[in-house]
């Protein structure tokens, strides 16, 4: 077993400023799992925390991760608050709420709106195989693998009361910008969102109307620098739009409602 104080030492030198918590984690995580030293050596190399452990919180959740994939940021759980609310706003007025998560990556959004609002019935798209193969163990709906809408299936047309997505939205050009964890160690597809960073956010936002229900809801995490040309693409696609801002997660969500039914 590894001396807690030397785990400590090696950590704080391969930079990690919390240090003692990343300890405490690796150690806890062993427990359960064993391998201290090799999950050290992956650690001190670069790779996220989260990804070595195997997990992360996310609104007081854990969710299951794996090497490789995208990590789910704290300020997320703002996107996930805001789609929480929507579908709570839907279930108080029906029997169900139907839920759709696109790029859901591990499935930490779709998953915590499942969780916090009953009788959701959720569906979760992505790319990345890796990925999915993490959502399926977080999401208790059904998971899909490919480009955005290509892979939901036709009798979902029309049936969305909640569309949320946190499409990748740095452009291409800053993605040297990134901290190396996320440049190293993440797939590019959930980081590069085009030449403006929001080509993926477009798409969404275009095809949005063939899936939502009347009255249903888009959302999408963006960056307040961008929420303007995201707006935009709401427009464009003939929703009424409004944005939603968090200060204390630096997290910025445009929200899109289509005509309500007759």
């Known amino acids: 077993m590894i001396a807690e104080s030397g785990l400590v030492a090696r950590l704080r030198a391969a930079g990690c400023v919390?240090?003692?918590?990343?300890?405490?984690?690796?150690?806890?995580a062993a427990g359960e799992r064993g391998g201290l030293e090799a999950m050290v050596r992956r650690r001190v190399a670069g790779l996220p925390l989260e990804q070595v452990v195997g997990w992360t919180e996310f609104r007081?959740?854990?969710?299951?991760?794996?090497?490789?994939?995208?990590v789910p940021r704290r300020r997320s759980e703002f996107l996930a608050g805001r789609a929480v609310?929507?579908?709570?706003?839907?279930?108080?007025?029906?029997?169900?709420?139907?839920?759709?998560?696109?790029?859901?990556?591990?499935?930490?959004?779709?998953?915590?709106?499942?969780?916090?609002?009953?009788?959701?019935?959720?569906?979760?798209?992505?790319?990345d195989p890796a990925a999915l193969a993490c959502a399926r163990r977080n999401v208790a709906g059904a998971v899909y693998e490919?480009?955005?809408?290509?892979?939901?299936?036709?009798?979902?047309?029309?049936?969305?009361?909640?569309l949320v997505a946190n499409a990748p939205y740095v452009p291409t050009g800053e993605l040297e910008l990134l901290p190396a964890e996320a440049r190293?160690?993440?797939?590019?597809?959930?980081?590069?969102?085009?030449?403006?960073?929001?080509?993926?956010?477009?798409?969404?936002?275009?095809?949005?109307?063939?899936?939502?229900?009347?009255g249903g809801t888009l959302l999408i995490e963006t960056s307040g620098r961008q929420e303007d040309r995201t707006v935009e693409a709401f427009r464009r696609a003939g929703l009424r739009t409004r944005v939603a801002r968090c200060e204390d997660l630096a997290a910025t969500v445009v929200e899109g409602t289509g005509e309500a039914g007759a």
Do not use: K, M, N, T
């Open 18 to 28: 919390f240090a003692e918590d990343e300890a405490r984690l690796l150690v806890e």
């Open 60 to 70: 007081g959740r854990r969710v299951v991760l794996a090497e490789g994939v995208f």
């Open 85 to 127: 609310a929507a579908a709570e706003a839907v279930a108080a007025r029906a029997s169900g709420v139907v839920v759709l998560d696109l790029c859901c990556g591990v499935g930490a959004v779709g998953a915590a709106v499942a969780a916090e609002v009953a009788g959701v019935e959720l569906h979760a798209a992505d790319l």
């Open 146 to 162: 490919g480009d955005l809408y290509a892979p939901l299936p036709a009798s979902l047309r029309g049936r969305v009361d909640v």
């Open 184 to 214: 190293l160690y993440e797939p590019r597809a959930a980081l590069d969102g085009g030449a403006d960073g929001l080509d993926v956010q477009r798409r969404i936002a275009a095809g949005a109307a063939q899936w939502l229900a009347p």
